[in-house]
């Protein structure tokens, strides 16, 4: 991934529960389907991740990226394990704990341009308390991230919902589960 830690992160999460964090933005634009960035555009990049994961990450993303209500001009992922994000965490944030996902965000206006930080071992807790597969919670992750450049957000009750119920439409879209309205089902 491009991130070299030279710009400050615009977002983080501090809800071990809930992927991403609070965000700027006023309004949620109007979607409009737009085909994928090209894959020079995206790059996703671990070695905590087998060539097949990498490769289900990968196509995932592409097909998800059209349906957000912005449009892409570059995104970098990166999946790492609790030790490196703990780091970065402290690093960007002071708070030397893990978390899901990390965004740094390079504009808040024109095509999105970001970086996310992808917390496996997170993701792997998380899957197993939702009763689905890492992967899945990954693309959670990596869509909760986008969705905050969307100018979406999670700050109060209100705003999780409305973030929760996007986030499970736009997973279902791509063939995954909803994860938050199952998980209203099951409470």
Not at 33 to 50: F, Q, V, Y
Request: proline share 5%; hydrophobic share 35%; glycine share 6%.
């Amino acid at each position: 991934m491009n991130t070299d830690c030279l710009s400050q992160p615009s977002r983080e999460c501090d809800d071990r529960d809930e992927p991403g964090s609070s965000a700027e933005g006023d309004g949620l634009p109007e979607r409009a389907g737009r085909p994928a960035p090209e894959s020079k555009n995206l790059s996703i990049e671990s070695s905590l991740l087998t060539p097949d994961q990498l490769a289900l990450l990968r196509t995932r993303t592409v097909t998800l990226l059209p349906l957000l209500p912005r449009n892409v001009a570059r995104v970098g992922v990166r999946v790492v394990d609790d030790t490196e994000m703990i780091g970065l965490h402290d690093h960007w944030h002071n708070k030397p704990n893990t978390t899901d996902v990390i965004t740094f965000e390079a504009n808040t206006t024109g095509p999105l341009e970001v970086d996310l930080v992808l917390c496996l071992d997170e993701a792997a807790r998380a899957a197993k308390q939702r009763g689905h597969a890492a992967d899945d919670e990954l693309v959670l992750y990596l869509l909760h991230g986008l969705l905050h450049c969307c100018g979406y957000d999670d700050t109060s009750d209100t705003l999780a919902a409305a973030m929760h119920q996007e986030e499970d439409r736009l997973l279902v879209a791509i063939g995954l589960q909803a994860i938050y309205s199952t998980q209203d089902r099951a409470e």
